[in-house]
């Protein structure tokens, strides 16, 4: 904790320009911290104090840290904020996170998701066994429809887990977001986990969003047209001439992309597990990315080709 001599009352005006590399204060609930050199230790990675820095962070820190972080904030601390105050939005939102975990609904359970998991896999056993043993088309495509199905389903376990706890225990957790994302779905759920978590964190902020930035193809605001900079994917989004060609004619062409858009999740998937960007369990994302790339195209082969009668 700071010494008391050096404690410091920073306004919100002043704490605003404290959100550069190398100088990254926040704010939680009226105390500033000095988190610049945090940044690189920080589990959710440098990202999100990026994003958030000279700014008040309690929203933040409450929805994506168990209440056993609080007890770290003391290292980080330099002083106050003299103008802080809560807005009735803010305030809202604390009292629910208070009635939700007094309710008991943010407690672990583990059961349904087992139960699901379990289904899923009653499901890919079926799916697999209809293309292995019988020839006949129309049971072929009712594997297809229910493949699409079980992929719907883990996707969502995968989305829960890597949100949250979402089993009786972190390793029953992580097996979780492993086998619905890499190993079912062929997606690391460490990029899905940096992506997502970025988004929530910088809900549809055109610079900070990825789930914003999908240049050169779709353009969601005019304000893209300026050629803003992505901060998450660190590089400038130039509106140039093939650019502005893609975006005049997106309502035409966003169903046909949006059909090759799982391979986009794939090759994201490689890039992030190739980088010399901290991958935290990158081996584990490794071989489960690996088993997908083994069962999935295995199964595929046993499908009858176009010259097969």
């Not at 704490?15 to 105390?31: A, V, Y």
């Not at 359970?109 to 699901?116: A, D, L, S, Y």
């Not at 794939?266 to 960007?277: A, E, H, I, T």
Request: hydrophobic share 45%; aromatic share 14%.
């Amino acid at each position: 904790m700071a010494d008391q001599k050096n404690i410091i009352n920073i306004t919100a005006e002043d704490l605003k320009s404290h959100n550069k590399p190398g100088d990254l204060w926040i704010s939680i609930q009226g105390k500033v911290y000095n988190v610049t050199n945090w940044a690189k230790d920080h589990p959710g990675g440098a990202s999100p104090l990026m994003n958030l820095a000279g700014q008040d962070v309690t929203n933040a820190f409450v929805a994506f840290h168990p209440a056993t972080a609080w007890k770290h904030l003391d290292e980080f601390f330099i002083g106050y904020l003299s103008d802080y105050h809560v807005s009735d939005v803010s305030r809202d939102y604390r009292r629910l996170i208070s009635e939700f975990t007094k309710a008991g609904l943010f407690d672990k359970k583990g059961h349904g998701v087992f139960i699901t998991m379990c289904s899923i896999v009653v499901m890919l056993v079926v799916s697999v066994c209809g293309v292995l043993l019988c020839d006949d088309v129309w049971v072929h495509l009712c594997c297809g429809g229910l493949m699409g199905f079980i992929w719907i389903q883990s996707g969502w376990l995968g989305h829960d887990s890597g949100h949250y706890q979402i089993m009786s225990s972190r390793g029953y957790n992580r097996f979780a977001q492993v086998l619905t994302g890499n190993c079912l779905s062929g997606i690391s759920i460490a990029w899905w986990k940096w992506n997502h978590n970025a988004h929530h964190i910088a809900c549809n902020s055109l610079e900070f969003d990825p789930d914003l930035q999908h240049m050169p193809f779709f353009a969601v605001s005019s304000s893209l047209f300026s050629s803003l900079r992505s901060y998450f994917y660190e590089r400038k989004m130039n509106f140039d001439a093939v650019t502005r060609f893609l975006v005049s004619y997106q309502h035409w062409t966003f169903y046909p992309v949006m059909c090759l858009a799982r391979l986009n999740l794939f090759g994201q998937s490689f890039v992030l597990l190739s980088s010399k960007r901290s991958v935290p369990n990158r081996i584990q994302e490794i071989i489960g990315i690996l088993v997908f790339w083994i069962w999935f195209p295995l199964v595929v082969s046993f499908l009858p080709n176009g010259g097969k009668e």
